[in-house]
């Protein structure tokens, strides 16, 4: 899955307030032309699509990490710069640090970066190998129980339970509002099981193309976490909100996580995390297609 596809998707069934409710007309629930779970079917068929489709672009990112103190106090903030390449096939994006704190990044510093970055490429691999291994050989219809990651499109649908909240108007286009929740009582072998089982939220989902427009989510219940950032995360909240570009492309724009508990040593943890992206452009092997241009602002998520 390309990196551009991966992220709203990403999103809606493995990351995880509700309640932010957008302007607009609104319709009940018995509006809708199909229950919940095929509204999901038709979100990850059409991301499948974008995957297949968009090759070779590239697009800026912005991190923003803040660590907070008592009372809110802001203790320190980092902001990084960083320039994405697609690459020819999926799995093979690249990023190359371009700036930290707004200055030019050293060359000490953007070699650590794809040093640690390489780290990650190689344990991304491991992983995908292993699931690979144990996962059952390719039987027909496997087309309608597509991977979404590790994971079979069925197993994450049945994680949750979903209640489409009618439909709304934003900005000339209508959005179809989906909240989910964990269902009680599965197993949690892994990190990823576990912060499934705790993620509840609210999406909003393009009623033409089936993308990804908003996303508010929470846990529900704290999920320990261990390795590189060990910690047991209490509170958890994630915002995410994505635009429609020229050309049908649709982009994300902010990402904005806050975590909160205690790490291993008994500290606190209130850290929170901002990735704005901008300059999205597509290229071929004919044609260069600028979609948002280089210099084009970020679209903020409403507040």
């Known amino acids: 899955m390309t990196v551009l596809a991966a992220i709203p998707l990403a999103v809606l069934l493995l990351a995880g307030p509700a309640g932010a409710q957008p302007a607009g007309r609104g319709a009940g629930p018995q509006d809708l032309p199909f229950p ?12 499948r699509r974008v995957d297949r489709s968009l090759t070779d672009y590239t697009f800026d990112q912005v991190e923003v990490r803040t660590s907070w103190g008592k009372g809110g106090r802001q203790k320190e903030t980092r902001r990084r710069l960083f320039h994405y390449f697609s690459g020819e096939r999926p799995g093979e994006a690249t990023r190359e640090l371009v700036e930290v704190d707004g200055r030019p990044a050293t060359p000490e510093e953007r070699r650590d970066q794809a040093e640690e970055d390489a780290k990650q490429r190689r344990r991304d691999v491991e992983r995908r190998a292993g699931a690979d291994a144990s996962r059952p050989p390719a039987v027909s219809g496997e087309e309608e129980d597509p991977l979404v990651g590790p994971r079979r499109l ?13 439909a709304v108007e934003e900005d000339g286009r209508l959005l179809y509002a989906l909240a989910f929740s964990p269902k009680p009582g599965l197993p949690a072998g892994s990190l990823g099981d ?18 990804i427009v908003s996303v508010e989510a929470r846990l529900v219940r704290p999920v320990k976490v261990s390795g590189g950032i060990a910690a047991n995360v209490k509170e958890a909240t994630i915002s995410y909100r994505g635009s429609r570009l020229p050309h049908g492309v649709w982009f994300p724009c902010v990402i904005d996580l806050h975590l909160r508990g205690k790490t291993a040593v008994f500290f606190n943890l209130d850290t929170s995390f901002r990735f704005e992206f901008s300059g999205f452009a597509s290229f ?14 970020s679209v903020q998520s409403a507040r």
């Open 154 to 166: 069925s197993d994450l649908v049945a994680r949750f339970d979903y209640r489409l909240d009618g």
């Open 284 to 297: 071929s092997v004919e044609t260069d297609s600028d979609v948002g241009g280089p210099d084009a602002a």
């Open 36 to 47: 919940a779970e095929e509204l999901i079917r038709k979100v990850a068929f059409a991301q």
């Open 194 to 211: 576990r912060a499934l089982n705790a993620l509840a939220g609210r999406v909003l989902v393009d009623a033409s193309d089936f993308q």
